[in-house]
Nanobody, 112 residues
């Protein structure tokens, strides 16, 4: 399994970013995909889950602000992040359920 995240950067509070993650080495369209993040000095935490059929689930901390989606034709999952807060600052990762592999992640910093 391989995961390549991109789209991170510096954004002001209240702003938006869209992250992308390309997965390879497995049948992408059949797999449950997840987004996670690791804030500085803290443990990695779950953010969202995307089921193959389109169902979605979010952590309490991002529900209503973040929207996850997937494009199976491109082997890609997305995370649209709106109304961002300083506490969203973290390295963001995607992964498929059952994998032990992590990508390099993409750094998101929310600061004025």
């Amino acid at each position: 399994d391989q995961f390549v995240e991109s789209g991170g950067g510096l954004v002001q509070p209240g702003g938006s970013l869209r992250l992308s993650c390309v997965g390879s080495g497995f049948p992408f369209s059949d797999e449950i995909m997840t987004w996670h993040r690791q804030p500085p000095g803290k443990a990695r935490e779950w953010v969202a889950t995307l089921w193959p059929g389109g169902a979605l689930m979010y952590s309490d901390s991002v529900r209503g602000r973040f929207t996850a989606s997937r494009d199976n034709a491109k082997n890609t999952v997305y995370l649209q992040m709106n109304m961002m807060k300083p506490e969203d600052t973290a390295v963001y990762y995607c992964q498929k359920v059952g994998s032990t592999t992590w990508g390099q992640g993409t750094q998101v910093t929310v600061s004025s």
